[in-house]
């Protein structure tokens, strides 16, 4: 007879479980810095740093320690400068804008271009000094169940990747098949996501979407309009 | 109520009490254990301190590396200042600097950031002294003899917790759901504790306003 659920059937189950859960609730933060070269405005996060990255979200950029501020595309096409989306690169200094949409899944541009290249090192990124050395970028990622340091927190781990793959499990077509178990797991799987979203946002953590104070969005998107007196040009 | 006595309530509530269908150490306590960890993570109602080194040049702190039972932080006291160091937020950092992780001084705020982690700002490059770190705990592991850190009235959650799941295992989804709703509202009942014990002392509000 042919087995319903076999280990590797399982273990696909599980690891799909902590990358949903992943994606569901911002749970796994990483650092982690780029390996940059002069000239080159465009990084990849699954080959431009080891090892390859997968973010739900970016919390922030440091350039040798100054912020890189996160920008729409539509702000820098219309306020920043017309780029096309594969030139226009310009080379002038150390960038101080990045922006996501428009580059692939897991690329970001930064703005103005590399003027140096700087050498990756992961060796020492949490304090000051490895900081100012190198170009780091912070935020959620997808899990990795076969990296320890990408996994979902272990105080819910066990238990909501038990509930996620017996609900899959059980659904399966099959000898075996227990839609009333499925059903009951899906349910406590349901309500534990919840509560797990719950602790987690506890922590307060920020994430910048988009750069809404001061620098550029006060200049708005179109040029100023000013209201002139009716009586303007009149000649008295 | 300690693990034995819980134990025993499981055992009552599934009729195993001649019958040894299940293994106390195999089956009962495992699921008592796995309940507490879950509950404790849940409710967070377990609170400590522990006293750490600042360590030279570092901003991120990694607390899980120094702290065992480490869960989540809710305060810091500066031990070399004798202050307290009030939490912040990442856009607040920015207003103050740019370039905020490399700012050099006493730390008068900190940034958590996940379960793990949390950001000193400012930070010293030659660290001397320590910090006395406020935390939610994860929970112990219990023996025979030990109580949960559960409040007293709600200590029954860990035995709905366990019966579900051993229901559950015996292909008993119907039954199991009795126990789960139970589960549900005791979490919910640990949690109102929590908030109350909390808020500010009533009696010493009355004093204020008469």
Not at chain 1, 168 to 196: D, H, M, P, T
Not at chain 2, 164 to 183: I, M, P, R, V, W
Request: charged content about 20%.
């Amino acid at each position: 007879m042919k087995t319903l659920w076999t280990n590797e059937y399982l273990s696909d189950l599980a690891t799909e479980a902590e990358v949903q859960i992943s994606t569901q609730v911002s749970c796994i933060y990483v650092r982690f810095p780029l390996n940059i070269v002069a000239s080159q405005s465009i990084y990849d996060f699954t080959e431009d740093t080891s090892p390859s990255q997968r973010l739900t979200g970016i919390i922030r950029i440091t350039w040798q320690g100054y912020t890189v501020y996160p920008v729409f595309q539509a702000e820098l096409r219309n306020v920043i400068v017309p780029l096309k989306p594969t030139e226009g690169d310009v080379e002038s200094s150390r960038p101080f804008l990045y922006c996501r949409l428009g580059y692939g899944m897991d690329k970001i541009k930064f703005f103005a271009c590399p003027n140096t290249t700087i050498a990756y090192d992961s060796s020492n990124i949490n304090t000051k000094t490895g900081i100012r050395a190198n170009v780091i970028v912070s935020g959620w990622r997808i899990a990795d169940p076969a990296i320890a340091a990408y996994r979902v927190p272990d105080y819910v781990r066990e238990t909501l990747v038990r509930y996620y793959v017996l609900s899959k499990a059980f659904k399966r077509e099959g000898k075996g098949q227990n839609l009333i178990a499925s059903n009951y797991y899906e349910v406590e799987y349901e309500k534990l996501l919840k509560r797990f979203r719950k602790i987690t946002d506890n922590l307060y953590s920020s994430r910048m979407r988009g750069i809404k104070e001061g620098l550029i969005a006060n200049r708005g998107v179109r040029p100023p309009r000013p209201r002139l007196p009716a009586n303007f040009g009149e000649s008295r | 109520m300690n693990l034995t006595q819980i134990t025993d309530r499981v055992r009552r509530n599934l009729d195993d009490s001649s019958a040894g269908f299940y293994s106390s150490a195999d089956d009962i306590v495992p699921a008592i254990q796995d309940g507490y960890n879950l509950i404790v993570a849940l409710t967070e109602s377990i609170e400590k301190t522990a006293v750490v080194s600042f360590v030279s040049d570092l901003v991120f702190y990694d607390f899980t590396t120094y702290i065992t039972d480490y869960l989540r932080i809710f305060g810091i006291y500066n031990n070399q200042t004798n202050r307290w160091m009030q939490p912040t937020s990442l856009l607040e950092l920015i207003q103050y600097r740019d370039d905020w992780e490399l700012t050099e001084g006493d730390p008068f705020l900190f940034l958590p950031i996940d379960h793990k982690r949390v950001a000193l700002f400012p930070t010293p490059t030659v660290a001397t002294g320590s910090m006395t770190v406020m935390y939610k705990a994860r929970a112990n592991t219990l023996g025979a003899n030990t109580t949960p850190q559960v409040p007293e009235e709600q200590v029954d959650i860990l035995e709905n917790y366990a019966t579900a799941d051993l229901l559950t295992q015996a292909e008993e989804f119907y039954k199991a759901l009795g126990y789960s709703a139970l589960l549900e509202g005791g979490i919910e009942a640990i949690l109102k504790v929590l908030r109350e014990r909390s808020s500010p002392n009533q009696l010493y509000h009355m004093q204020e306003v008469f």
